[in-house]
């Protein structure tokens, strides 16, 4: 079983920046991040390749989101830049037992359990 560990998230003003980890306990291949807001489904975020040659992002994430990986630490990061208060959510990390990035949760087998970020306005 691949264990995964987000952290990171916090409290911030709107239009601020924050960086969030996600460290794995082995070998993983694509990565991906979503995010659930009170009261909302699960929806996708971003995904990353295990090169990192191939990404994917949310409409909604795209210029202001970047998903990033170190394999050497086996953590993944989704650097954010612009926050909105429709960001606020919690944010999960996933990770496929394939080398595929999908915009669809059954993509991936192992699950963090979140971290939470809160963007005040």
């Known amino acids: 079983q691949v264990q995964l560990v987000e952290s990171g998230g916090r409290l911030v003003q709107a239009g601020g920046s924050l960086r969030l980890s996600c460290a794995a306990s082995?070998?993983?291949?694509?990565m991906g991040w979503f995010r659930q807001a009170p009261g909302k489904e699960r929806v996708f975020v971003a995904a990353?390749?295990?090169?990192?040659?191939?990404?994917l992002y949310a409409d909604s994430v795209k210029g202001r989101f970047t998903i990033s990986r170190d394999n050497a630490k086996n953590t993944v990061y989704l650097q954010i830049h612009s926050l909105k208060p429709e960001d606020t959510a919690v944010y999960y990390c996933?990770?496929?037992?394939?080398?595929?990035?999908?915009?669809?949760?059954?993509?991936?087998?192992?699950w963090g359990q979140g971290t939470q970020v809160t963007v005040s306005s």
């Open positions: 990353i390749s295990w090169s990192g040659g191939s990404t």
């Open positions: 082995g070998r993983t291949y694509a």
């Open positions: 996933a990770a496929s037992t394939r080398d595929v990035v999908a915009r669809v949760e059954y993509n991936y087998r192992y």
